[in-house]
């Protein structure tokens, strides 16, 4: 079989090549639900997708949908969104975070039905669990890593920023507001754990699961949650330790890879001071084993293996400074590391070792690759973004595709690492 070489992706615009009927206006938050259905936020504020209508060759055949005017209510009333568009595991429900800073969302009755509801605004029945009640309002990083329970950034009136939540209860449909931050103050007051500022991650396979943040000070701090209602809080000590050593702070979200013996934590790291200029921005990666914690980083890999960093002599091969805008992602096999450069580019760091990494970047990159927010991720080995450019499309990269699906490949100017 051809493929495009050892460690190559080939770009698609996904809405040109693969949806029939037109390009709805967005998108950022791109999110999954199953096989045959992703969703993004429109520049409308409302909620637009596709839906796989016919086959899988090529991707198969999609058409646009929108949960925000096919729901039973009438679009104007339903809350525009903010950011933080999530899917449901099970792919049932999407949530987001909307304008009046609270949460809605739809249920997923079939790909051209859907219901509109407030989630957990208020309650008649049980206003004590709702958030108008308590004072709360959702900021950010709203997550669903689990069917039975979800977890954000949020404000209370009296100015705290906390880790926040919702549990489901062993009642059908019924939920319940829980607070990382506030359970966790049995093993250490509110006070001194670090206030969450991004990145809210969680690590499922973690015994027991993990849900990692960045704090304001740019360090790094999780949650242990021991059951639903039952935290403890940790504050990477030694992680944290690395940080200030190296004189770094984590700046946007977490890509986590977790294979069951170690975690690796990839970040983009921003410099403070010291030998490397402040304000500038690598690569870098936090490796926990479950007894300790150890650093590796790719940008440096990258450099001693003989390509340098950005402002080399023109001609050389040289890395991509990461984007200020903090998005990064890791495969399913935890290989490859992507990011969006400074110039808007999509980037690469691959290992097959986990402690030697080369940069490469991809044929054709170009400024279509400006992203939405929250919208580089993985699907299965397949990279996917929202363009704000090139008239708000969806894009991805294809993994090792071959000469068969796609005979344009040959010509490629392949890069082999």
Not at 376 to 392: K, P
């Amino acid at each position: 079989m051809h493929y495009t070489g050892s460690q190559n992706w080939v770009h698609h615009n996904f809405t040109v090549e693969n949806v029939s009927n037109g390009v709805p206006d967005g998108p950022a938050s791109l999110v999954f639900a199953g096989t045959d259905k992703m969703y993004y936020i429109a520049n409308d504020g409302y909620i637009h997708g596709y839906i796989k209508v016919n086959g899988d060759y090529n991707g198969g055949t999609w058409l646009t949908v929108s949960p925000s005017y096919a729901c039973q209510f009438s679009a104007s009333f339903t809350v525009k969104a903010k950011s933080d568009l999530v899917a449901s595991p099970d792919g049932t429900t999407l949530l987001y975070i909307g304008t009046d800073g609270y949460i809605h969302g739809f249920s997923i009755v079939d790909v051209w039905t859907y219901e509109y509801f407030d989630f957990m605004k208020y309650s008649a029945t049980n206003p004590q669990q709702s958030m108008m009640t308590q004072g709360i309002t959702a900021d950010s990083c709203l997550i669903y890593p689990a069917d039975d329970r979800i977890y954000y950034i949020g404000t209370y009136s009296y100015g705290a920023v906390y880790v926040q939540g919702f549990q489901k209860s062993s009642t059908p449909g019924t939920w319940l507001t829980i607070s990382p931050t506030i359970q966790a103050a049995a093993s250490l007051p509110i006070d001194l754990q670090y206030t969450p500022a991004g990145g809210l991650t969680y690590d499922l396979n973690s015994t027991p699961n993990r849900l990692y943040y960045r704090a304001t000070s740019g360090y790094l701090a999780y949650f242990e949650v021991i059951d639903t209602i039952t935290y403890n809080y940790n504050d990477c000590a030694y992680a944290n330790g690395a940080l200030t050593a190296q004189q770094l702070r984590i700046t946007g979200n977490l890509a986590i890879y977790n294979n069951g013996i170690e975690t690796r934590i990839y970040y983009i790291g921003q410099y403070i001071g010291g030998t490397v200029p402040e304000g500038q921005y690598w690569i870098h990666c936090l490796i926990n084993n479950g007894s300790s914690w150890s650093t590796v980083s790719p940008s440096y890999s990258a450099l001693y293996s003989g390509q340098p960093m950005y402002g080399a002599p023109v001609g050389t091969v040289q890395q991509s400074r990461p984007s200020m805008l903090g998005q990064i992602a890791v495969s399913p096999d935890g290989l490859t590391v992507a990011y969006i450069s400074d110039y808007l580019f999509v980037c690469f760091y691959y290992s097959s070792d986990g402690i030697n990494y080369f940069f490469y970047s991809i044929p054709f990159s170009n400024l279509n690759d400006v992203m939405g927010d929250n919208s580089l991720q993985f699907r299965g080995f397949d990279l996917f973004y929202a363009s704000y450019w090139d008239n708000h499309t969806v894009h991805h990269y294809k993994y090792q595709e071959d000469y068969c699906i796609n005979p344009s490949i040959q010509e490629l100017n392949n890069y082999n690492p």
